[in-house]
Every structure is written in structure tokens, then in C-alpha cells.
């Protein structure tokens, strides 16, 4: 199957070698990059004690620009969207880590039952506000620290060209509701589903599902849980 990836390059790399070890035949359409800002990381660790919180492997990636810099703070709990994101963070040095399953909202619920203290959310931009919204419903107290942008990019002509060359993909993977948007905003016409199209839109949440087009809907299918491991087995 030709399984086309719209995640970030650092991200889709990875995915790119686990759809090859399922058999599948992956192409890559990165739609966004990340840039860091790991003095915003820095400063606010800083500033404050108590738990951290990612919702984005994102996140860890930039604390691990800090160095020795963050040797303080390895012993601060930190809780995680997803299992793959909690191993990245431990592999980082972390000692205390949990993760929740599903998204933010999960997340959310299982610092309520953890009681952490002071949290600090080393956030990105733009970003969906469920995470933030239900701490305010439980009343958890937190500081926010933007400290990566994910900018759109432009696929290169060539880029699509070589997508293409051999028909449209099976399937295609949408990781975020903004990379989901940034795909049918492109004025590529060659990337827009053709008519009477069988390629599956595998989504990795609702909200995610949200950004398809209305006329495509009868081609979703979304992860039961909000991971790629999940994703992936739609396949």
C-alpha cells in the first residue's frame, strides 16, 4: 500500500521506516516544521517547580537543546499525551514520568487524579486549547511556556511530482487538525482526492477528522486511540 505521510520530516522519518516494516511503500509530504525556542524553555523552568506538561514530542525535543541546563530539573514529574512521547522524555533523563492515553483532555484528568502542584505546559503554536480548557473545568492552577512554532512549509513541485509519478496514494495520514488544513489549502491540484477516489484518510483523533472536507467524510477513518500505533493499524 502507498501510504502518504503529512507529519513533520524529523517525525515522518520514523514513520517512513515503520510503514516500511509493515510492508507499505511510504511517501513523504512534510506540511509543517517546527522552530525552537528553547530560551522560552529554559527561562520558564527557571521560574518555576513543581510538574511539567507536553502535549507533543515536540516539546522534548527542544529540552534537549538545554544541555546541562536541564540536569536540574530531570527530577520534576512530567506528564505526557501518549506513550511514545513519555519514552522520548525518559530517554532524555526524566525519572518521573506518566502518560495518558487519548489527548489533552485525558491528560488533563490524570493530573487531577495525581494531584502534581504547580504545573508548568511547554506548549507549541498554534495549538488546540483542549488541554488548557479542561484544566480550567478542574481548576488546576498551570503557566504556559510557548516554546516551539510549527510554520508551514510549501511542497516543492518535484515533491509532488515524485508522489505522483505512480497514481494517488491508498491512504493518507493526518497527525494535526492544522497539517489536516494546510493539505486542502494547497493549490496543488494533483493532492486533491479524484473523483470516485478509494484512498483512505486515516486520522489520528476527531478534531483531526474535523479539517476533511465535507464531500470527502465517506473516506475517513480515525485511530481508536490518539497515537500512532493506533494510526497505523487502520492499515
Known amino acids: 500500500m502507498r ?10 522519518t520514523r514513520t517512513a521506516q515503520r510503514l516500511r516494516d509493515m510492508g507499505h511503500e511510504p511517501l513523504l509530504l512534510p506540511l509543517r ?21 507536553v502535549t507533543s514530542a515536540e516539546a522534548i525535543r527542544v529540552l534537549s537543546a538545554l544541555g546541562e541546563k536541564l540536569h536540574p530539573h530531570l527530577a520534576r514529574s512530567l506528564f505526557a499525551v501518549g506513550e511514545t512521547t513519555a ?27 495525581e494531584k502534581p502542584g504547580t504545573l508548568l505546559y511547554l506548549a507549541g503554536t498554534p495549538r488546540a486549547e483542549t488541554f488548557e480548557r479542561r484544566l480550567r473545568e478542574l481548576g488546576i492552577h498551570f503557566s504556559v511556556a510557548e516554546c516551539y512554532r510549527m510554520q ?16 494517488y496514494p491508498d491512504a493518507i495520514l493526518f497527525y494535526s487538525r492544522q497539517t489536516t488544513e494546510d493539505f486542502f489549502r494547497l493549490p496543488e491540484p ?13 486520522c ?27 494510526l497505523l493499524s487502520l492499515l
Open 3 to 12: 501510504v502518504l505521510v503529512t507529519r513533520p520530516a524529523h517525525s515522518a
Open 190 to 202: 494533483r493532492l486533491a482526492p479524484p473523483e470516485h477516489s478509494t484512498a483512505r484518510l486515516l
Open 33 to 53: 516544521e517546527p522552530l525552537h525556542d528553547s530560551n522560552a524553555a529554559a527561562d520558564a523552568l527557571a521560574i518555576t517547580g513543581g510538574a511539567i506538561a
Open 204 to 230: 489520528l483523533s476527531e478534531a483531526v477528522a474535523q479539517a476533511i472536507p465535507t464531500a470527502l467524510k465517506k473516506s475517513v477513518e480515525i485511530s481508536p486511540m490518539a497515537d500512532e500505533k493506533s
Open 87 to 113: 519514552e522520548e522524555a525518559r530517554s532524555l533523563g526524566f525519572r518521573s514520568v506518566a502518560s495518558s492515553q487519548g489527548n489533552g483532555r485525558d491528560l488533563a484528568d490524570l493530573l487531577a487524579a
Open 152 to 167: 508551514p512549509t510549501v511542497p516543492d513541485p518535484a515533491e509532488i511530482d515524485a508522489i505522483f509519478a505512480n497514481g
